[in-house]
């Protein structure tokens, strides 16, 4: 089967700084792959090269089978690749359907007027069929949850043809509930044919959705996993690095060795915890 979307060795310099080195991905229609990374891992600057804020400075981006070079961020979005960012690009003072059709907005008659009966018919709409039935379209959309603005931006990609859905950190600031909700409409996006990013931090979250899981760590990949063939713990110590966790056991025991007061007693203490999570997730 044919990826939606391919990375081929895309690496990405800023002068000196090597902020993507060879990464490789493909991600297929109806699946969710994670990507997962602690902060400075790349995953920000994967995804703005992938949605046309960067260009790469190596390699390839294939799109449907065809190598393409996005030279802007709607560039990306008219060929199908929509960007849902943490910051959801919203204006919470604005309604609900203003912001569902942001840049987009539909304009009749002879002068143009913008069409406030449809564009609230259709967000209404579209927000119920995934399971969301706002009391009014005309309500500003910061009186709405974390998790139902993001539902919000979620179904406002999905309306306006997107086949890659890129999802940068979704659930970091969202409560259990509000977190729930919103890897229900991840999952939704799937089953629908999207092929969904799912950018995170949080492996658990990426592990209740995902089908396949690559992960950075300072540019680089440790590789692509299925979920079959990896399990939720070796993630984690992938993310966390695991040669950095013993070696850093390693100094503090040495420290504490030095040190014979309760201080040194409880960095003894971390370091044997340290080496339980080298240990325990090899």
């Known amino acids: 089967m044919t990826p939606l979307v391919e990375l081929r060795k895309v690496s990405k310099y800023f002068g000196p700084v090597v902020s993507l080195k060879d990464i490789d991905m493909k991600i297929y229609a109806g699946e969710v792959h994670c990507l997962l990374g602690d902060n400075g891992a790349g995953k920000s600057t994967l995804i703005k090269t992938l949605s046309g804020v960067h260009k790469p400075s190596e390699g390839q981006i294939v799109f449907e089978g065809q190598e393409?070079?996005?030279?802007?961020?709607?560039?990306?979005?008219?060929?199908?690749?929509?960007?849902?960012?943490?910051?959801?690009?919203?204006?919470?003072?604005?309604?609900?359907?203003?912001?569902?059709?942001?840049?987009?907005?539909?304009?009749?008659?002879?002068?143009?007027?913008?069409?406030g009966n449809y564009t609230a018919n259709v967000a209404r709409e579209e927000l119920r069929k995934i399971g969301i039935d706002i009391r009014d379209p005309d309500q500003p959309v910061g009186t709405l949850s974390?998790?139902?603005?993001?539902?919000?931006?979620?179904a406002r990609a999905v309306y306006f043809g997107a086949k890659v859905l890129i999802l940068d950190e979704p659930t970091s600031a969202l409560g259990v509930k509000e977190a729930a909700v919103v890897l229900k409409y991840v999952v939704q996006a799937k089953t629908r044919g999207l092929g969904v990013i799912f950018i995170t931090h949080n492996v658990h979250h990426a592990w209740a959705v995902g089908d396949t899981f690559t992960v950075l760590n300072r540019g680089k990949s440790y590789g692509t996993f299925a979920k079959a063939d990896t399990a939720r713990e070796k993630l984690l110590q992938m993310m966390a690095g695991g040669e950095e966790l013993e070696a850093l056991a390693v100094e503090l025991d040495l420290i504490s060795k030095k040190d014979p007061t309760s201080a040194g007693r409880m960095e003894h203490g971390v370091a044997e915890e340290l080496h339980r999570e080298g240990g325990s997730s090899a």
């Open 68 to 115: 393409v070079s996005f030279s802007s961020p709607r560039e990306a979005l008219n060929r199908g690749i929509a960007t849902v960012y943490q910051d959801l690009a919203m204006l919470p003072l604005m309604s609900i359907s203003r912001n569902f059709f942001l840049g987009r907005e539909p304009r009749v008659g002879p002068l143009r007027l913008y069409d």
């Open 146 to 154: 974390g998790g139902e603005r993001q539902s919000v931006a979620i």
